[in-house]
């Protein structure tokens, strides 16, 4: 693009005209649902709570032999309720997105994903836990770290973390 007018050119307003030139210069693409991790947790900002949604997977972009590409992206969206009385509540929609990012990149495939909900113990729970030891507020917070970690699926140093973050509170940790 070197003048304006090119520039002008692809500037598009107004839904329909927005969907045609998707259409016109949008090459086709297909998911691959097996490559495709998903992840997602809710923020709460005040009485406001965001849902977070991070999707990272693969895409093959074009239809032809010619031009079809292997290509991971990642995308990222954050969610708010619609509230009641405006346009979005009134055509159905539960939830309103409020950013929604996308990036692209040579394909990579994701780590094998592993799930360890239904392991007991993953790690060992701490011992020697007696009112009469030295080390007791260390073994307590080993205890909660290890009841964190095992109850959240995340590794010991991801639970110490959130537990001091937490000031202590295990559930809030």
Request: charged share 10%.
């Amino acid at each position: 693009l070197t003048s304006p007018k090119q520039i002008l050119h692809l500037c598009k307003s107004g839904p329909q005209q927005v969907i045609n030139a998707m259409n016109e210069f949008v090459p086709q693409t297909s998911h691959v649902f097996e490559e495709t991790i998903i992840d997602s947790f809710v923020i709460v900002v005040g009485a406001v709570q965001i849902l977070s949604v991070n999707v990272q997977g693969t895409v093959i972009i074009g239809s032809d032999a010619v031009t079809k590409v292997k290509t991971s992206y990642t995308r990222s969206l954050l969610l708010t309720p619609a509230t009641p009385n405006t346009a979005a509540s009134a055509a159905g929609w539960d939830a309103v997105v409020i950013n929604d990012q996308i990036s692209f990149r040579n394909y990579s495939p994701l780590p094998k994903v592993v799930d360890i909900s239904n392991q007991q113990n993953v790690i060992p729970p701490p011992q020697n836990n007696s009112p009469n030891n030295p080390n007791n507020n260390e073994q307590q917070i080993q205890a909660a770290v290890w009841q964190i970690s095992n109850q959240c699926a995340i590794s010991p140093d991801l639970a110490r973390q959130c537990f001091f973050h937490a000031n202590g509170d295990i559930q809030q940790a």
